[in-house]
């Protein structure tokens, strides 16, 4: 088997701008994907869902979104910039290729098996199957006793099959939110389970994008930022508790520096709340088989839930000691892994910063091709 330098894993946003870099600094690399589309899992997302962050701030790198694409890039049009910025480049993944194991080899390189029986045998490796690689699906007391549909909201496209039916939409992050928004519009029953106190933010305030705001907040001191933001949240939203919504004491950059938590990017669905179009209900206890019982003992019957109950990254599924990487949210620490895993690197898995996971996936990039360049 002949060795090859570099072996890029995904061929996602991440694994498209490390591929981008490394073409455009004439580094050879080759690139696996286990899907037949570069970024695939765009191609498979809800039908409405566009960008929270500004397009200037979440293309890839060295080739902007074009002039008429919309300041907030919807799905399909993302997909078209992918497969547009994969020719641009010359990417050419081996598709079909689902990574099932890592494994160091004895003069320091790393051999790549897929189930679909190729191997690559790489010096260096970079990693970049990101955060949402696996659905998380929570388990309930009676779940297996209901009469309706339990899905993830990784099938979830648009209201069309839930005409006519109540459906609860499990967790309030920004899928769920969005997703109970989507189905409200359509005047489906919705209702949607809020476990934790949430954090959100408008998309937009007097026209102008948050996100913007926020960066500039991020740069006066003391925490200056943070109490200013707080403040316009507080004016903005108000007191959220009369509608079942308690809200997080923790600051939303704050929360995401810490804990890689995003906050709710609010585009309407606060305001269908106040107006009952959506209504919260508490954190899930049991199922029966007509519906849900919530930990407040309320019940509520319903045909669907649809689980907005986020992803797990599992690269310890398929990387030789890779829990020995991971930080306590089972994300890899850092880009450049060290120590028995020298070699490795990960991109698109720091959902620590501003910006968005586009946004750090074109720094991250950057630093992991200047480390590949200094040491080659």
Known sequence: MDKIAHLIIGAGPAGLAMAGRMRKADVPFEIVEQSQNVGNAWHNHYDRLHLHTVKQWSHLPHLPFPESYPLYVP??????????????????????????????????????????GKSFLA??????????????????????????????????????????KRVLVVGMGNTGAEVALDLSEKGVETYISVRNPISVVPRDLNGRPVQVTSKQLAKLPLGLGDWLGTQIRKLYFGNLSKYGLESSKMHPAVQLRETGKTPIVDIGTIQAIREGKIKVMKDIDQFTETGVQFKDGSQQELD??????????????????GEELLDKYGCPKQPIAEGYHEGLFFLGFDNYKLGGILGTINTDSQTILAHLQSVN
Request: glycine fraction near 6%; proline fraction near 5%; charged fraction near 25%.
């Open 75 to 116: 799905r399909q049009s993302l997909t078209e910039y992918f497969a547009d910025y994969a020719k641009h480049f010359n990417i050419q993944p081996h598709f079909g290729q689902k990574i099932s194991s890592i494994r160091k080899q004895e003069d320091g390189s790393w051999l790549v098996n897929s189930e679909a």
């Open 304 to 321: 669907a839930v649809i689980l907005a109950t986020g992803y797990k990254a599992k690269v310890e599924a398929f990387l030789e000691r």
């Open 123 to 164: 010096e260096k490796v970079i990693i970049a199957t990101g955060v949402n690689r696996v659905p998380n699906i929570p388990n309930w007391k009676g779940q297996e006793n209901f009469k309706g549909e339990i899905t993830h909201s990784v099938r979830y496209k648009n209201p069309s099959p839930y005409q006519d």
